[in-house]
């Protein structure tokens, strides 16, 4: 139609991306932020989406998108069985970062789907149990726009989205 750009086939094949083409090994062993972050840089300005096969994917480093990227998953499993084959699950295990953050007006349109979130949590010990102070999972800052969040679980999470100054989120 009228105003339509013509793009290539390669340039619109760039705008989906798997992470396991970045590194991302699916044990849950190695820290995946660095894929993460590749994944969205290979995406380039028009943003795109990162697929995230079945298994885990352990983020232990920040990982900022200033562009609408959505982030889909193979959906999860519910209970002990929670990250079992078949699903994709985002484990974090140390505190003092926020794992994603969504930020900027370029940002807005991003979308998180299908996927669960799981905090490592301390095991309880005597009578006694202290959960650990993770940051938020998500901080969705300055988009002033909508940024959507789809089908996901939080397990042991203590903060898990937190937005300001972004319109909205879904």
């Given at each position: 139609g009228s105003?339509?750009?013509?793009?290539?086939?390669?340039?619109?094949?760039?705008?989906n991306v798997e992470l396991s083409d970045f590194g991302w090994d699916k044990t849950g062993n190695t820290?995946?932020?660095?894929?993460?972050?590749?994944?969205?840089?290979?995406l380039g300005a028009r943003?795109?989406?990162?697929?995230?096969g079945a298994g885990k994917c352990w983020v232990n480093s920040p990982v900022e998108f200033t562009r609408a990227?959505?982030?889909?998953?193979?959906?999860?499993?519910?209970?002990?069985g929670m990250g079992s084959p078949g699903g994709t699950q985002i484990l974090i295990s140390r505190a003092g970062f926020v794992p994603f953050t969504f930020s900027g007006?370029?940002?807005?349109?991003a979308t998180v789907r299908n996927l669960a979130v799981r905090q490592i949590q301390p095991n309880l010990t005597g009578t006694t149990w202290v959960p650990t102070d993770y940051d938020y999972v998500f901080k969705v800052l300055g988009t002033l726009g909508i940024v959507t969040f789809d089908n996901i679980l939080f397990q042991g999470v203590?903060?898990?989205?937190?937005?300001?100054?972004?319109?909205?989120?879904?």
């Open positions: 105003g339509a750009v013509a793009r290539s086939l390669l340039a619109r094949f760039d705008e820290d995946c932020g660095p894929a993460l972050r590749a994944a969205g840089a290979k943003g795109g989406r990162i697929s995230i990227v959505e982030i889909e998953g193979q959906g999860y499993t519910e209970g002990p007006v370029n940002a807005r349109g203590t903060r898990g989205i937190y937005a300001n100054n972004s319109g909205r989120l879904h």
